[in-house]
């Protein structure tokens, strides 16, 4: 059992170093960064006027799944007596 344990261990503790090694040696993009600010995001979210954007997409989405989650839920109960 010790040894089933010590074994989990070892294997995290090598994943959390590749993981580290990865990330440290990785060659990341140097200079200025795309110049988007949360404003401009905003504006293609939800758009400048009611009917542009995609805020009620998201909504309706979001909605669906929901009740999808719910029908799954639902369905995956077992019937009590």
Known sequence: ?????????????LLALLFVLAVTEASWPEGDMDPTTN??????????SEVEGYGLAFFLIGLLLLVAMLGGVFLAKEEGE
Request: one cysteine or more.
């Open 1 to 13: 059992m010790r040894r089933r344990a010590a074994s989990k261990v070892i294997a995290v503790c």
């Open 39 to 48: 404003e401009d995001v905003g504006e293609v979210l939800f758009g400048t």
